[in-house]
C-alpha cells in the first residue's frame, strides 16, 4: 500500500506572512519555534508572503502557484496594502478578496479557509487609514456572515461525497 502524504495548509499573504517566517527561521534552534508548525504529522505547512502584496498581485502573480500547491486549507493575511493607496476605498478592497475567496473555493478542493482580520498599525501611514482597516474588517465581517450558510452547505457536499 502506498504511503499517502499528508494534506497541505497554506499561509498566504504580505510582508507579515515573510517576516513570520523568516523570524521562525532564526530563532529555530531555540526549540520554541518550527517551520512545521509543530504539525507535521498531521499537514503540510507552506507559507507564500511578499511584501508589498495587494490583492490584485496576489492573483495575477501567486494564484498560479496557490494552485500549484493543491492545499486543503488556505489562511489569508492580505488587504492591509490595498489600503496603503489613499485611493483605495475599503468597499472596492472588500469586494476584491470576497472575489478571490469565492474564487479559491471554486477552484481548490479546500477543507478549511481563513481570512485573517486586518491589522491596524501603530504608525499609519496617513491619518484616517486605521479608521479604514476597521470599515474594512466590518464589510468583510458582514459578507462572510452572510457567506457561511452557503460555504457551510460547499463544504458539506464535499465531506459528505467524500465518505462514500
Known amino acids: 500500500m502506498a504511503c499517502k502524504s499528508p494534506p497541505c495548509a497554506l499561509l498566504v499573504g504580505h510582508s507579515f506572512v515573510r ?11 531555540s526549540g520554541f519555534y518550527s517551520c512545521t508548525f509543530r504539525v507535521n504529522n498531521s499537514c503540510n505547512v507552506k507559507t507564500i508572503g511578499i511584501g508589498g502584496r495587494t490583492v490584485d498581485k496576489l492573483i495575477k502573480f501567486d494564484l498560479q502557484t496557490i494552485r500549484g500547491t493543491a492545499p486543503k486549507v488556505v489562511i489569508m493575511d492580505i488587504g492591509l496594502n490595498d489600503l496603503c493607496d489613499k485611493e483605495a476605498d475599503p468597499y472596492t478592497v472588500a469586494l476584491l478578496i470576497l472575489a478571490l475567496v469565492e474564487l479559491l473555493l471554486k ?3 479546500l477543507r478549511c479557509l481563513v481570512l485573517c482580520q ?22 468583510l465581517r ?6 457561511i450558510s452557503r460555504v457551510e ?3 458539506y457536499k464535499r465531506w459528505h461525497s467524500l465518505e462514500r
Not at 499609519?124 to 470599515?135: K, S, T
Not at 458582514?142 to 457567506?147: D, P, Q, Y
Open 153 to 155: 452547505k460547499h463544504f
Open 118 to 139: 486586518v491589522l491596524p498599525r501603530k504608525n499609519q501611514p496617513f491619518l484616517g487609514y486605521n479608521e479604514r482597516i476597521w470599515h474594512l474588517n466590518g464589510l
Open 107 to 109: 477552484d481548490l478542493p
Open 19 to 29: 517576516r513570520m517566517v523568516e523570524f521562525i527561521e532564526r530563532n529555530q534552534d
Open 142 to 147: 458582514e459578507a462572510v456572515t452572510g457567506m
